[in-house]
């Protein structure tokens, strides 16, 4: 009988078939008594039609103009919704971005929610009205159309959840959480409930079922947030701060192989060059992730880090203003493979079991960082199967 | 040197090699030292596309709605002509509807410009950069996204022409404003200005070129508008205030087969319940044109009127809580055959002409409407080509 936001991705509302089908499901959860509000992404694979038009003029499209020509995905699916719910004799109304005034930073393509105009959307719901969003976009301080970025509708959803008080379920493609991804571990298990925290550190790390920053936000406002299927009747996952006085040292593994790892030789350790290299390339919102150095010898070190791949243009134009050519080298050969678990705080040796796990098993470690609930290490890509296997078993997240 | 308010149809930016074109063109223009706006229609066939998604949902979609999503089409189309600009090296930017603040009627489908916030343009324009406008939107007073029907585009031209005090440029897929439509008469002349009431008359009348709604407001601002094909440089028309001292009593010829003629038989002269019924049709804009009525027969009489054919439907509606099903008949064999001309005003027989030629000729007047530039007849389909020729030769507007 509260508000419910709801988010709907893209493979939800790929055809006028499946938008009539979720015009149905929302419509018999607000004869249930509950209020909602709706937001979707665009149609299955608007967004790659759109930026596919914008790369046959240029290889990189002015931002502004792109987000502009993005928003509208957004803007068609929510219609469309609204339109099939009317049309079966219920209230609906669909609002963008700017009509329910998300404000954000004018990072275009990447833009953060500042804050946004919850009165509209408050006075529809006691209109009796389901109300439909268009995820992933805002306006800046300009008026000027941003979106917010990969996973942009989940952040739209939670915001919206955390502005309005409201609980939050982001309906997908997949049926939960699960312990490691089960296209690369037969035997994972899914997760009743996950740790802020710990999707979290999952999300950042390539589990692509939510995109970090809606995490954050509904954990900063401890806005619980459920994953399932938009279809059928399997339950899934919520993410919530699940507290339990005894748990597993690891609740998830997750790998990426969406990383390349840049080594820089024979940089003078000259703090301010290092600094102001790592500044430029955070103004840019380039996700360094593991660093590590050298000691100096003659003043020189040699510095690795790893960034997403499709960064590396970008982060390339920077780094050739601090460093030459000759200095630079890629490997491309990484996965990085991740354990997570709040468990970690209170059981102490988990790095350690893990190192000797994949000492006995011949798994080379090239890189290793590690936060208070997780430990990731940059391995081969040849060995992420064998590496999930061994320390699901090691550590029973498996069945 | 001045301020040029250009718009691009469609068909004009279909393709992306084309919008790459419309670029080339207006910088071009934009470096002989012209400030350029541009609005342009959505791309090829997309607003149709729009539609059908729509009626997929539904066979009469909710308006607001259907605004919302047919809004996209224009986005589009302005933020990767913007893209194409700047990929060019050149400045520029693309505005929607609500961002240069069009403010309009809350009639969905069909509204009207109110007013617009040129500020922002102007700014742009004072930046050096090309301002790309999303044709055919606006918002109402609440926010919402409305679209102004059919020529909508070339009234943002015009309504943005007036605003700002710039010429303006209307560029779509025909060279010319035409004596008759020159698929219908060989030896059409295309003409090279022609009076804002002239085309005022011929645009409402069938002559596809472009909304009166646009000239309308042309006219009342006195914004000369040029006409004329987006590519080559073929000569097109000047639609202005050209007061000649001696002109052809008429200029043009056109006809339409978009009307279907209603007859409402015994109905009761009682004067409330006729005025009553056009004015409910009225409040619905359905654009009734040809009105007869016979004279009072014990207090019945027969209303004859047309309509467009796409707008039975909703005038039924209206129609039947006025009158039975039994007193309706239909008669879809119509053409409306118009003359148009100035040169009316200061010669007088055109219609007697006219009537004598059809006469002569075997032409069945149905109905017959004036204004002081223009006499429409409602004749026969089979009349029309027959009917165009005769009358062309007769007032001398043919090759």
């Known amino acids: 009988m509260g508000i419910v936001v709801q988010k709907y991705g893209g493979s939800s509302v790929s055809t006028i078939e499946k938008i009539q089908e979720i015009a149905e499901r929302l419509i018999k959860r607000k004869e249930n008594g509950d209020s909602m ?84 959307l408050k006075e529809s719901l006691k209109e009796g009205k389901i109300v439909i969003v268009a995820g992933f976009q805002g306006i800046d301080s300009e008026g000027d159309i941003t979106t917010l970025g990969r996973g942009g509708s989940d952040t739209t959803a939670v915001a919206l959840a955390c502005k309005i008080g409201a609980s939050c379920e982001i309906y997908t493609d997949v049926d939960g959480i ?15 409930s996950i740790h802020y925290e710990e999707m979290l550190e999952l999300a950042s790390l390539g589990a692509q079922v939510m995109h970090s920053r809606s995490i954050e936000l509904a954990s900063k406002y401890d806005i619980p947030i459920y994953v ?28 990426s192989n969406e990383d390349i790892a840049i080594t820089l030789k024979d940089i003078n350790s000259n703090v301010n060059i290092i600094s102001n290299l790592f500044n430029s390339i955070a103004e840019e919102k380039i996700n360094i992730d593991m660093i590590s150095q050298t000691s100096p010898v003659d003043d020189k070190v040699n510095i690795s880090f790893t960034i997403p791949k499709d960064e590396l243009e970008e982060c390339m134009e920077i780094i050739k203003v601090y460093v030459n050519d000759t200095q630079i080298t890629f490997d491309e050969d990484i996965t990085k493979f991740s354990v997570v678990g709040i468990g970690m705080k209170t059981t102490s040796g988990v790095a350690a079991r893990i190192f000797k796990l994949f000492s006995d098993n011949d798994i080379e470690v090239k890189m290793v960082t590690t936060s208070e609930i997780r430990i990731t290490c940059a391995i081969k890509r040849s060995d992420e199967l064998k590496a999930i296997k061994l320390v699901a078993k090691e550590f029973d997240i498996s069945k």
Chains 1, 2 share one sequence.
């Open 37 to 120: 509000v709706v937001v979707v992404s665009a149609m299955g694979d608007t967004t790659d039609d759109l930026i596919n038009l914008a790369h046959e003029i240029s290889s990189s499209p002015d931002k502004r103009e792109l987000d502009a020509l993005l928003s509208t995905g957004e803007i068609i699916s929510s219609s469309l919704l609204a339109m099939a719910i009317k049309e079966k004799g219920y209230e609906s109304v669909s609002y963008t971005g700017y009509q329910l005034k998300i404000q954000t930073t004018d990072n275009h393509g990447k833009a953060l929610i500042k804050d946004l105009d919850e009165n509209r």
């Open 228 to 255: 399932g299927l938009s279809t059928g009747d399997i339950r899934g996952t919520l993410i919530m701060n699940n507290m339990y006085m005894e748990s597993k040292p690891i609740t998830g593994i997750a790998t």
């Open 178 to 192: 699960y312990s490691a991804d089960p296209r690369k571990l037969k035997g994972a298990l899914k997760l009743d």
